[in-house]
T-cell receptor, first 113, second 111 residues
Framework: DTEVTQTPKHLVMGMTNKKSLKCEQH?????MYWYKQKAKKPPELMFV???????INESVPSRFSPECPNSSLLNLHLHALQPEDSALYLC????????????FGQGTRLTVV | AQSVTQLGSHVSVSEGALVLLRCNYS??????LFWYVQYPNQGLQLLLK??????LVKGINGFEAEFKKSETSFHLTKPSAHMRDAAEYFC?????????FGQGTRLTINP
């Protein structure tokens, strides 16, 4: 099983809403990542978790709040987002931070209205 | 710092023609290099990876890439393009605790 599962696939939320994106993997990977991807651009790293601890925060605004409840799950809590936050949000995992490859989920298409 | 540069934001080939997508890397140490493909509204799928073993790497869907240290290149090729190959392709290298992506190349296949 080399699958990273993200839910929901699509999400429309208002600027005052609170929502969460979920990511799950069962490959025993100990590193997990959140990326943001705008149209026609490469993915931009947001957060890295290693062994369930936050390792990297790429200066992401506090309206994005990551959480890693256990080694298989990664959440991204969203609050008071702006329309410019609309994007494809990708989760990925790798064996650890010394990985040779990362596996990506199918993404959540987020629209902020 | 490690980085990759993809030459050509858009490549267009005819069905059955050779596909060549260019990637050059900048690294002070032997790099780990990857090619990913992204179909519309989907995530990234790993096509192939170079991890300092064989310099010619074979991937999925008939793609392969050759690592050339003298040219600091890792170009992606496929002998015969198929319509289903139309997608965005990203070259990437391993940086400190993360992947570093190129800007991507959109591959269009003409019938």
């Amino acid at each position: 099983d080399t699958e990273v599962t993200q839910t929901p696939k699509h999400l429309v939320m208002g600027m005052t809403n609170k929502k969460s994106l979920k990511c799950e993997q069962h490959m025993g990977h100990r590193a997990m990542y959140w990326y943001k991807q705008k149209a026609k651009k490469p993915p931009e790293l947001m957060f890295v978790y290693s062994y369930e601890k936050l390792s990297i925060n790429e200066s992401v605004p506090s309206r994005f709040s990551p959480e890693c409840p256990n080694s298989s799950l990664l959440n991204l809590h969203l609050h008071a987002l702006q329309p410019e936050d609309s994007a494809l949000y990708l989760c990925a995992s790798s064996q650890d931070l010394r990985y040779t490859e990362a596996f990506f989920g199918q993404g959540t298409r987020l629209t902020v209205v | 710092a490690q980085s990759v540069t993809q030459l050509g934001s858009h490549v267009s080939v005819s069905e059955g023609a050779l596909v060549l997508l260019r990637c050059n890397y900048s690294s002070s140490v032997p790099p780990y290099l990857f090619w990913y493909v992204q179909y519309p509204n989907q995530g990234l799928q790993l096509l192939l990876k170079y991890t300092s073993a064989a310099t010619l790497v074979k991937g999925i869907n008939g793609f392969e890439a050759e690592f050339k240290k003298s040219e600091t290149s890792f170009h992606l090729t496929k002998p015969s393009a198929h319509m289903r190959d139309a997608a965005e392709y990203f070259c990437a290298c391993r940086g400190a605790q993360k992947l570093v992506f190129g800007q991507g190349t959109r591959l269009t296949i003409n019938p």
